[in-house]
């Protein structure tokens, strides 16, 4: 058997991401994720406990991995919460897009943008025009080369991280990691 | 033609000659590796059509395809599967690839890449990377409950177009 070295995250997290929490905490939490995704929808309230739980020891930073294949609105619901970053409300669309994942189409997400006081207009506009894609798809691509696997993939402090994302152990291993 | 057999988890090395084969890619479609002379091709050998880890690694394959023709690079799925197991299979993932079956003699192809697991009757999940000319480039063997994922084979096919110029 080959030595395999643990996958590292080729695009280091900064000003281009979003991100939740202190830019100098200790641990930062990267997921790759897709809206779309069963899986990301349960681990949508994990994260937030484990947020919690750690407080201001950790920076949150979620990137985008679309299956599109498998998932047809995924591509859209990710350059929707694009456009409601651009706007300044990329946690409210993604909050909101995880919470009604079983609604994502292109209707649903303009009336969300409109619920969360955007212009909705705009986003709609946006995503007509594919004005985020190109965003979404660096996302993909830094997630291919980092070795994502699948949705969601977490990396804990840049290293790929392959254990259960229960809130137990994923704790446990950021307490690790901000030791 | 013929290569010698390797151990088991020891595929062939960077540096050999891809053995060259045939294989249905549907019920009434046969593709063989010399095809892709002049490009660079991904063989993905996988244990099974439909098992869950081979799923998420073929339906992530499906998903990166846009990077791999950023090569010009053929990516080739193979399993000792049937045609018509693969062709349900694609279907219902939607993928845009061919699969190969290495079906008669069962596992033949995956043998000479040092890529069959005899006491299971499938091949290793194993990736090779061979160039225009061939050669195999890169290979490696994952775990089999291990997605691989694609980093490794980008990294291949970056070095491969890095170290010859590409077309």
């Known amino acids: 058997m080959s030595k395999r070295a643990a996958a590292a995250l080729t695009l280091p997290v900064g000003e281009r991401d979003h991100a939740q929490g202190p830019a100098d905490a200790p641990v930062t939490l990267v997921e790759y994720g897709d809206y779309e995704c069963p899986h990301c929808g349960r681990a949508y309230p994990i994260v937030k406990e484990v947020r919690r739980r750690l407080g201001r020891r950790l920076r949150f930073v979620f990137r985008n991995f679309p299956l599109r294949e498998s998932h047809p609105h995924a591509e859209h619901a990710a350059e929707a919460a694009e456009a409601a970053g651009a706007q300044g409300k990329f946690w409210e669309m993604h909050d909101r897009l995880f919470e009604r994942q079983f609604a994502l189409d292109d209707d649903y997400l303009i009336e969300y943008a409109a619920d969360l006081g955007l212009d909705a207009a705009r986003v709609g506009r946006e995503l007509a025009a594919g004005t985020y894609a190109p965003r979404v798809r660096e996302d993909f691509r830094s997630g291919v080369t980092s070795g994502v696997n699948g949705t969601p993939t977490f990396f804990i402090n840049g290293l790929r991280y392959d254990e259960s994302w229960e809130v137990e152990a994923l704790v446990a291993a950021l307490e690790d990691a901000a030791r | ?167």
Not at chain 2, 8 to 31: E, I, N
Request: with cysteine.
């Open chain 2, 1 to 167: 033609m013929a290569t010698p057999p390797q151990g088991p988890g020891a595929p062939l090395p960077a540096g050999t000659r891809a053995p060259d084969f045939a294989l249905s890619s549907a019920p009434d479609r046969t593709v063989s590796l010399a095809d892709f002379r002049g490009r660079p091709v991904i063989l993905a050998f996988y244990p099974a059509d439909w098992s869950p880890v081979c799923g998420d690694q073929m339906a992530l394959y499906n998903e990166v395809l846009p990077e791999f023709e950023r090569y010009n690079a053929q990516l080739l799925g193979i399993s000792v599967d049937g045609t018509w197991c693969h062709a349900a299979f694609a279907r219902d993932r939607r993928l845009r690839f061919p699969l190969l079956a290495d079906f008669e003699p069962k596992g033949a192809v995956a043998r000479r890449y040092g890529a069959y697991r005899q006491a299971d009757g499938f091949s290793e999940r194993a990736l090779f990377v061979i160039d225009g000319g061939g050669i195999i480039r890169w290979s490696d063997v994952s775990p089999i409950d291990v997605n691989p994922g694609a980093d490794g084979i980008l990294r291949a096919l970056e070095a491969l177009t890095g170290a010859s110029t590409p077309a």
